[in-house]
Structure formats: structure tokens, C-alpha cells
């Protein structure tokens, strides 16, 4: 076109499936520059990269347009006019947030001039041979474009698997809920701004788009109810199963209350027996209770004689008592008078006539003996002499 870009920045390119409008397609094989136009002889502003050879972005930005950020470094916005949804990966959330800010400034600037257009009663504008003539260049210089530009955060490939992670799948068909309606708005506008030059063939192309878009939303919907009813379904079997789970407790708490009602039963059998028990017990102490008082009072008519028999035995033990009391006294002056005399003995012992008596009357027992033993032998002989 000639003209030098306004804003400048880096992004993976991804186009929308047509198939299924419901995937992302990689339309850059790396992070690639992405420029923002001024067209002065239509008074337009686009959105337009380039890979290559290949012109991967080509959007014309209408004042209905919008760009719906739908990750931390992702975001989108959908063209009618090229039936297409864009979607752009930034490296950084930064640089996502400048571009969301050139684009909203680029839009304000469209609408802008196509309110000047419409107040003019003209849909031309005096073409213009240089970028600055557009009316956001001075807001944006060369200076600042240069400066983020280079401003690049991560290489492309890791760059792109990260971005491929972070776009939201389910993101597009909210966005092509307010695309159609604007779109659809924004193709009336330029039709005004233009002067009434879009003919039937045209309208009969916007709304070919505008069909492709509902249809595609009505795919996205049909993919949303068949989550719900096959959410419902699981819902449905998880209830299920809840309910036969409740109905075995039920049958379990039903098997145990007849369980504790047996065994109820059982325990009131089991304290009757004991109270019956207990009852014995007690009658059975009770008469123990009137036998030992029984006893009792035996013992207490009884205790008359039994003292009468004690006092015998009491004067009985006082006699014995005192014969032993004196024969104790008699035993002790027979030891004194053993003692005294064994001391006379021990006297006598001492006395030397006694010794001359004594060694006088030893010789004389063997004299004696003597005596005796030659008594002893004539007898002997006698008898002898008298058998002869």
C-alpha cells in the first residue's frame, strides 16, 4: 500500500477452523509482525501481516469490531469480512495489553471519522499521500513503534507452545455471539460511508457470512447441549446410584433395628432373671440376719452359767496358786540348806585330822581286804581237807 505502519508488534497468527469453528489453525509458523495500517485513500484502518509471500492477517477494522482478550497472553476478534476469527498469541501480557490498547484507539479513530464522513454528506475523503496524514499517527511515533518492536520475549517455538496451551477453545463462540450483530451493523455503516455502492451481490454476500456465523454458533450450541445431556446423564446415574446406595442402608438400618430389637428382648430377659436373683439374695440374707440374732440371744442366756463356772475355775486357779507360792518357798529353804551344807562339806574336806582319818581308815580297808581275801583262802582249804 505504501504506507508506513502505525503500530507494530509480535505474535503467533491463528486462524479459526471453517470446518468446525470450533479449533484453532496455526497460520504462522512463528512469532511474526503484526501492523496496523492507515489507508488514506478509503480512510480506513487495517490489520495486516505478513509471512513470506503469504498475507496471513488481512482485517479491516470497523467501529463494531471487538477484541475479546480470552487468556493471559491470548486474544481474538472476528472479521465478516474475511469469515474468519483471528486470534493472536503474545509472549507476554504486556504486549497483549498494548495491542488491546492500539486496537481500541484505532477503532475509536474509525468511528470517528466515519461520523466526520456522515456529518460532511460525503463518503470520500480528500486522499492523503503520507502515513502521518492519519489521525492516530501523532499519537504513535516512529520512536515508540522501533522500541516495541524489539521489545521480543521468548523465541518463537516455546513461544508457541505456550500460547497454543493458553487459548481457550470454548472462548470463540461468546465472541461470535456479538461479531454477528456488529458485523452486521458495520456492514451497513461502510455501505453509508461508501455512499450506497454496495449492491445486491454484496448484501447477498454479507449475508451468506452472517448465515456461516449463526450456523456456526448453532454447532457450538449443539456441542453445549449434547455436554449438558451428557452431564444430565451422568448427574442422572450418579442420583441412581445414591438412591440404591440409600435403599441398601435403608435395608441395612431395617436389619439392624431388628437385630437391637432381639437383643433388646434378650437384655430385658437377662435383668428380669437378675432382679429375680437379687430378690433371693435379699431373702436369703434376711434369714442369715435372724439366724445370727438367734445366736445372739442364745449366747446371751447362756452367758449366766458359764460366768458361775469361770469363778470356780477362778478360786480353783487362786488355791493352786498359793500351794505352789509355798512350795516354791519350801524348794528354796531346801536349796538353802543344800547350799549351807555342801559349804560344811567343803569345811570338813579342809580339816587335817579329818585327811589323818581319812588316809587311817583307807589303810585300814586294805588291811580288811587283806584280811579278807586270806579268809577267803583258808575256807578253801578247809573244804578241801574236809572232802579228803
Not at 520512536?143 to 521489545?151: P, Y
Not at 440409600?246 to 428382648?265: A, M, P
Not at 543344800?338 to 569345811?347: G, R
Request: net charge neutral; charged share 25%; aromatic share 6%.
Amino acid at each position: 500500500m505504501g504506507e508506513q505502519p502505525i503500530f507494530t508488534c509480535q505474535a503467533h497468527v491463528f486462524h479459526i477452523d471453517p470446518k468446525t469453528k470450533r479449533t484453532w489453525i496455526t497460520a504462522s509458523t512463528k512469532a511474526i509482525s503484526v501492523s496496523f495500517f492507515y489507508d488514506s485513500s478509503r480512510n480506513l484502518y487495517r490489520i495486516i501481516s505478513v509471512e513470506g509471500t503469504k498475507a496471513v492477517i488481512n482485517s479491516t477494522i470497523t467501529p463494531n469490531m471487538t477484541f475479546t482478550q480470552t487468556s493471559q497472553k491470548f486474544g481474538q476478534w472476528s472479521d465478516v469480512r474475511a469469515n474468519t476469527v483471528y486470534g493472536l498469541g503474545f509472549a507476554s501480557e504486556a504486549e497483549l495489553g498494548k495491542f488491546i490498547e492500539k486496537f481500541h484507539e484505532v477503532k475509536e479513530a474509525t468511528k470517528n471519522a466515519m461520523a466526520k464522513a456522515s456529518t460532511n454528506g460525503s463518503s470520500a475523503v480528500t486522499p492523503v499521500t503520507s502515513a502521518n496524514a492519519s489521525p492516530i499517527t501523532s499519537r504513535s511515533s516512529i520512536t515508540q513503534n522501533d522500541s516495541f518492536v524489539s521489545d521480543i520475549a521468548e523465541p518463537p517455538m516455546s513461544a508457541s507452545g505456550s500460547i497454543k496451551n493458553e487459548s481457550p477453545q470454548h472462548s470463540i463462540t461468546a465472541n461470535n455471539n456479538n461479531t454477528i450483530t456488529n458485523d452486521h451493523k458495520t456492514v451497513s455503516s461502510n455501505s453509508s460511508t461508501e455512499g450506497g455502492a454496495a449492491n445486491s451481490d454484496q448484501q447477498m454476500k454479507y449475508e451468506n457470512e452472517r448465515l456461516k456465523l449463526a450456523l456456526a454458533q448453532s454447532s457450538a450450541n449443539a456441542k453445549k447441549w449434547e455436554i449438558e445431556l451428557s452431564t444430565l446423564k451422568s448427574n442422572n446415574l450418579r442420583l441412581t446410584s445414591a438412591l440404591q446406595v440409600s435403599s441398601h442402608y435403608s435395608n441395612y438400618t431395617r436389619c439392624i433395628n431388628g437385630n437391637d430389637n432381639v437383643i433388646l428382648k434378650e437384655s430385658t430377659a437377662n435383668v428380669d432373671e437378675w432382679k429375680r436373683q437379687l430378690h433371693s439374695y435379699k431373702e436369703e440374707n434376711q434369714r442369715l440376719k435372724v439366724r445370727v440374732q438367734e445366736l445372739e440371744n442364745a449366747k446371751s442366756g447362756s452367758l449366766s452359767s458359764s460366768e458361775a463356772l469361770t469363778d470356780d475355775l477362778r478360786r480353783e486357779i487362786t488355791l493352786l496358786k498359793s500351794r505352789i507360792e509355798g512350795l516354791e518357798k519350801e524348794l528354796m529353804n531346801q536349796e538353802a540348806e543344800l547350799k549351807a551344807t555342801k559349804v560344811s562339806l567343803k569345811d570338813k574336806n579342809n580339816d587335817p585330822m579329818i585327811k589323818n582319818l581319812s588316809a587311817v581308815f583307807q589303810q585300814f580297808s586294805i588291811h580288811l581286804s587283806d584280811l579278807q581275801s586270806v579268809q577267803k583262802e583258808m575256807d578253801k582249804i578247809f573244804q578241801l581237807h574236809k572232802t579228803t
